[in-house]
């Protein structure tokens, strides 16, 4: 069920602030006022005409680089996401007891736009992406947009922005959906309100490394996840923990970190934003989703062409001493992509794997690439058509 919206731009403009206060009481002003999120979301009434932004396109990198506009959608208390608009990007306006600033109740996704080389726009199964939000906000105690409404933000939000697509071949407009708690809260519990926003910024590669082969490390020390908590959905708690050992990492000159069970601390689980496989002969071996590990879209997407390569895949607990016997080691996400891994580093022993074109990893990717590109058959149809 779809609300009219109801503008609250002017809500608590300081003009308004004493007759606000006179007219609803104090309490229920500062209800009102904490609840809301302030934007001044005008409609564009129209978008450049210009074909691609004054951007050095060969230079991206991943860092976020601000675009025209941004999609925002309202949940109030009766639990139903109201019409959503697009607005100019820009600050966003939080009480200071949201529930996400308090309690961290939030998730994103993360999703990518490519241009093809007639000008057409295409999105990757943003259907998963969808439906990976939906299942993290029932975990989160979050209402969530239906699959509908999600894929139509991101789209919305693409093409106001479409001036920013990289040129074939030069990167993507990585698209960030945000669902946050920004309802008041105080002692602990679900937010009254939520705001589903979608924005967008073009990238490159994600490692600083490019496409050269990564060295991770991995740590002994500090877990990503625990068994029973978060980490098998995208809740943005999962991610600050991380931010030590990584930056520990890369002091030492590694590109990134892989973490162990947090149970037993022998098994390896994912990189602090990507999955991992291994490869040893005609067999494909990634570790089982068990509530710990994020199940990602490239991931899901490379085990089944992999399968449909002809190679043996297996989801299974993987003790991290088969890193030293692996033909090959490679990362997915949609962030990375596809990135070869050429070191791994545990208890101070570093493991080497050979880097050559005939990686598995680099067929699947290049399978991949074609069937995003038109010129292997989409069978299943996970391209999605921008109009």
Not at 153 to 159: E, H, I, N, S
Request: aromatic share 10%; glycine share 10%; proline share 5%.
């Amino acid at each position: 069920m779809i609300h009219k919206t109801t503008s609250i731009r002017n809500l608590i403009q300081p003009s308004a602030l004493s007759s606000l206060i006179s007219k609803l009481g104090a309490s229920s002003y500062a209800t009102q006022a904490a609840s809301s999120l302030q934007q001044a979301c005008d409609p564009p009434s129209a978008y450049s005409n210009d074909e691609y932004a004054d951007i050095d396109w060969n230079g991206l990198g991943f860092s976020v680089m601000p675009t025209d506009y941004m999609y925002i959608m309202k949940c109030p208390s009766d639990g139903y996401f109201q019409q959503g608009q697009l607005c100019r990007y820009g600050n966003i306006e939080l009480s200071p007891s949201a529930g996400v600033l308090n309690y961290g109740q939030g998730l994103f996704e993360g999703t990518k736009v490519y241009r093809k080389k007639d000008g057409g726009l295409y999105l990757f199964r943003p259907d998963q992406n969808a439906i990976r939000m939906q299942i993290g906000a029932e975990r989160m105690c979050m209402p969530s947009p239906s699959i509908e409404h999600f894929i139509n933000a991101v789209k919305q939000t693409a093409l106001a922005n479409r001036r920013w697509i990289p040129p074939p071949g030069k990167g993507s407009l990585y698209v960030r959906p945000l669902l946050i708690g920004t309802g008041p809260v105080l002692g602990l519990a679900p937010s009254p309100e939520y705001t589903f926003l979608v924005y967008a910024s073009p990238v490159g590669n994600y490692f600083k490394e490019g496409t050269a082969a990564l060295n991770l490390y991995v740590e002994g020390e500090f877990h990503r996840a625990s068994r029973g908590g978060a980490g098998g959905v995208k809740s943005i708690t999962n991610y600050a923990p991380v931010l030590k050992a990584i930056h520990r990492a890369k002091d030492r000159g590694f590109s990134d970190v892989l973490y162990l069970d947090s149970l037993n601390k022998k098994n390896i689980e994912e990189v602090s934003s990507c999955n991992i496989f291994i490869v040893k002969g005609n067999i494909l071996s990634t570790p089982a989703t068990n509530g710990t590990i994020l199940e990602g879209v490239t991931r899901k997407s490379m085990m089944e062409i992999a399968k449909d390569l002809g190679y043996q895949v297996e989801e299974r607990t993987i003790p991290v001493d088969e890193l030293i016997d692996a033909d090959e080691v490679f990362c997915t996400g949609t962030a990375v992509g596809v990135a070869a891994v050429g070191s791994i580093t545990y208890n101070g022993k570093r493991t080497e794997y050979e880097i050559s074109p005939d990686l598995v990893c680099k067929k699947l990717y290049s399978r991949l690439v074609g069937i995003q590109s038109g010129a292997v058959e989409d069978n299943r149809g996970w391209v999605v058509e921008i109009d």
